[in-house]
C-alpha cells in the first residue's frame, strides 16, 4: 500500500503561479495529477514516468503546466504558471503501475481568483 500526501494549493490571483508536491511512501511506476472542480467529473492534468521521465498532458494545458519529479525523495511537482480562474478545482496525486492509478492522495484545494 502506497500512501501519497500532497501539498502546495492554496490561493493565487490569475496570472500567478502555485507548485504543488506530492511525496509517495514508497516507489510506484507512475506518478501523476487530476483534478476536480466543484460540480464537475475529476479530469486527467499530467503524469510521469518515475523510471524514464517521460511526461504527459492533457492537450489545453501544455504549455502552462509541468510535472517533474524526484526520485530520491519519491516526490511528483506540478508547476502551474499563468492560472486562470478555470483551474480552479481540488486537485489529486494519483500513482501506481502501467495500466492505472491505484493509489490516490487526499487532495489539495487551488483556488485561482479573478
Known amino acids: 500500500q502506497v500512501q501519497l500526501v500532497e501539498s502546495g494549493g492554496g490561493l493565487v490571483q490569475a496570472g500567478g503561479s502555485l507548485r504543488l508536491s506530492c511525496t509517495a511512501s514508497?516507489?510506484?511506476?507512475?506518478m501523476g495529477w487530476f483534478r476536480q472542480a466543484p460540480g464537475k467529473e475529476r479530469t486527467f492534468v499530467a503524469r510521469?514516468?518515475?523510471?524514464?521521465?517521460?511526461?504527459y498532458y492533457a492537450d489545453s494545458l501544455k504549455g502552462r503546466f509541468t510535472i517533474s519529479r524526484d526520485n530520491a525523495k519519491n516526490t511528483v511537482y506540478l508547476q502551474m504558471n499563468s492560472l486562470k480562474p478555470e483551474d480552479t478545482a481540488v486537485y489529486y496525486c494519483?500513482?501506481?503501475?502501467?495500466?492505472?492509478?491505484?493509489?490516490w492522495g487526499q487532495g489539495t484545494q487551488v483556488t485561482v481568483s479573478s
Open positions: 510521469i514516468s518515475m523510471s524514464t521521465g517521460v511526461t
Open positions: 514508497g516507489r510506484t511506476i507512475r
Open positions: 494519483g500513482a501506481g503501475g502501467l495500466a492505472d492509478f491505484d493509489y
